[in-house]
């Protein structure tokens, strides 16, 4: 009980924050507080407008997403790059729109999992053209679906992981649809960029699928050694011969030399 209102101080400070940087208005803030729980609110953030869900983790992700959290990928592809990205783990959407804003031109591959998010993806990335949303979830097997379970932890945790380390009893929600890289492009040199934020199911992708991803010059990965032991241990394997940078909290980013 403590650790949830201590994260819930967190986000009101950083709420605060983003309104003091005008990332978003108070007006927005105060919309969204009066709103009924689980009610979908209609919000601005840094001039781009969605809908998020009340008494969700909806929008603190938009705000991380729209503020700050793909800047360390700004400069490493050209402005004009219209190759592939791999949006693994598109929540609601916010990640794809930010990566847009960040490279117009490119084709964006937005895979989701959740019944329960991806109809709200879509709405909220239904004005970009170059955004295509993909019900299901990227793995390294050649598994065609692949049960999803619910950590306890909100729409924006759920797992492939069979017994997740840091909820073993996770209940299952729902099968998916099992993507590989191969399944997603006719080639996987035609990605340039592949953002990992699979809860866990990084480890299978590495595990299995590994020479797919050497092909790919860029990935951003957060790595959840948390719900699944070996997670870094892979991804170091995988950036031996790459340039390997480290993020915020669990994010890494390896650059193909």
Known sequence: MLKKYIIRIYHFIQILKQIFLKKISLYEFLKYRVARHGSEINITISDVSLVVRKGTPDLMVALSCLTGEFDLLQYLLPKDYSGIIIDAGGYIGTSAIALNKMYPMASIVVLEPSIKNIDLLKMNV???ENIEVVHGALIGSQSKSIMLNNRG???WGFSVVKRP?????ASPIHETPAYRLADLVTNTNEIGLLKLDIEGGEFD?????MIAMKSIPIVFAELHERIIDGVEELFFEFSRDRILIKGTGEKYL???Q
């Open 254 to 256: 390896s650059i193909k």
């Open 126 to 128: 239904s004005d970009i």
């Open 165 to 169: 380390k840091d909820a073993p009893d």
């Open 153 to 155: 932890t909100g729409e």
């Open 205 to 209: 992708l590495m595990k299995n699928d």
